[in-house]
């Protein structure tokens, strides 16, 4: 168990829908990261957080945003989804804001869009 | 995006044999981590590697930051049935404020028992 929690673990939704992930990184953990995993694709990074602030931009949506909350979870918002969505999502956390910090993961959330 | 050159893509071995992998890059990176993922559950992290050369180990893995910095190698000894999975490297370039992992396709890894 890495202690980072995600929910949904799984989510089936329609085509143009919105929908919200949740993670809780490591206690003590202010960095936050997501990523996407295609069906037999590597992990796709699209966005960190650290302490509540935009740290970096990897490959992210513009129908897809993220945030920080001053209890250090984070959502990741997906809007106006298509099939091409589905996939698993992960977050993960480190300590600090560096990249190249240790990050865990967490269980993932499955997205099936329909 | 830009990516590592992770190689082999699969394996399948026999239970008991040793396993070699390694990625590779065009630029310099100062960090070097490798990943393993069952399928279905998020990616964990097996070894963390942050000056050219060190070789350090975690059980029957090894993993090198090479001397360059342009690469890294993992290696597994004595494979059993639990080594199944895809192990993934993930670099940090040595670019002033890039914050991001690089990350390799991965490397599957199947073991005959």
Known sequence: ?114 | GQQLNQSPQSMFIQEGEDVSMNCTSSSIFNTWLWYKQDPGEGPVLLIALYKAGELTSNGRLTAQFGITRKDSFLNISASIPSDVGIYFCAGQLDAGNNRKLIWGLGTSLAVNP
């Not at chain 1, 960190?48 to 909350?69: D, M, P, V, W």
């Not at chain 1, 589905?86 to 600090?96: G, H, I, N, T």
């Open chain 1, 1 to 114: 168990d890495s202690g980072v929690t995600q929910t949904p673990k799984h989510l089936i939704t329609a085509t143009g829908q919105r929908v919200t992930l949740r993670c809780s990184p490591r206690s003590g953990d202010l960095s936050v990261y997501w990523y996407q995993q295609s069906l037999d694709q590597g992990l796709q990074f699209l966005i960190q957080y650290y302490n509540g602030e935009e740290r970096a931009k990897g490959n992210i949506l513009e129908r897809f945003s993220a945030q920080q909350f001053p209890d250090l979870h984070s959502e990741l918002n997906l809007s106006s989804l298509e099939l091409g969505d589905s996939a698993l999502y992960f977050c993960a956390s480190s300590a600090r804001d560096s990249g190249g910090q240790e990050q865990y993961f967490g269980p993932g959330t499955r997205l099936t869009v329909t």
